[in-house]
């Protein structure tokens, strides 16, 4: 095909690679967005080491402290803390041990009986 370049596609594909592998800010440290999003997240004013608590139930009731005590969160207190929860889970990733990921887990059971809501998998009353 005429006017057509062989070889930009590779050299694109290296770039965005190459891209990806830095990770570092100009100053040479590391950007953490979601360690920002935890400091200062517009939903909840969390509580020093609240995810580092040793029972999931500990855990819940700080989440829910915060959430009722917090004027610039956008949602009810309940999808707040939840939301916190969910986003310190899927951001700490593969660095979580199965122990911790379990108690996290059960945080969120917690968290919903503490609000009052009907826990995961069980049955809810019949509407009539």
Known sequence: ????????????????????SKRKSVRGKA????????????????????????TARAIALSLKRSAERSGRRKSSP????MSMLNFH???????LTEER???LNRAKDE????FGKTPRGAKAAPRH
């Open 1 to 20: 095909m005429p006017g057509r370049r062989r070889g930009t596609r590779v050299a694109a594909v290296c770039l965005v690679q190459r891209s990806k």
């Open 31 to 54: 950007h953490r967005w979601s360690h920002e999003v935890m400091q200062r997240s517009d939903a909840l004013d969390l509580e020093q080491g609240v995810f580092t608590r040793p």
């Open 78 to 81: 309940f999808r707040s803390a």
């Open 89 to 95: 889970i899927n951001r700490a990733g593969r660095n």
């Open 101 to 103: 990921r379990g108690v």
């Open 111 to 114: 968290l919903r009986r503490a």
